[in-house]
Nanobody, 124 residues
């Protein structure tokens, strides 16, 4: 499984960004795809996740109401739409994937496949 993240950048507080993760090399019907982020000096933290089949989603409290995760089965991509961005959203954002029978896991340790990070910087 290979994951390719894109879409980061610099935006002012209150602005929006859309991150994309292109997934290849697997049958994703039993996979969960997720976004994590890591700010300098901090641990990697869960942002949002989606089950490929059925589209069940899960969000960190910090993302609820502002971020939306979705998937496009035809293009094998997962998108994270981020609105109302805050300076504290500044981080390196990673997409991750793993096969999960049930539910959605929020721990980075549960994911075996990772893309390269894409930088999101929100200025105040």
């Amino acid at each position: 499984v290979q994951l390719q993240a894109s879409g980061g950048g610099l935006v002012q507080a209150g602005g929006s960004l859309r991150l994309s993760c292109a997934a290849t090399g697997g049958n994703f019907n039993r996979y969960v795809l997720a976004w994590f982020r890591q700010a300098p000096g901090k641990a990697r933290e869960f942002v949002a996740a989606i089950r490929w089949s059925g589209g069940i989603t899960s969000y960190a409290d910090s993302a609820k109401g502002r971020f939306t995760i979705s998937r496009d089965s035809a293009k094998n991509t997962v998108t994270l739409q981020m609105n109302s961005l805050k300076p504290e959203d500044t981080a390196l954002y990673y997409c991750a994937a793993d096969e999960m029978t049930l539910g959605v896991r929020r721990s980075a340790n549960e994911y075996d496949y990772w893309g390269q990070g894409t930088q999101v910087t929100v200025s105040s």
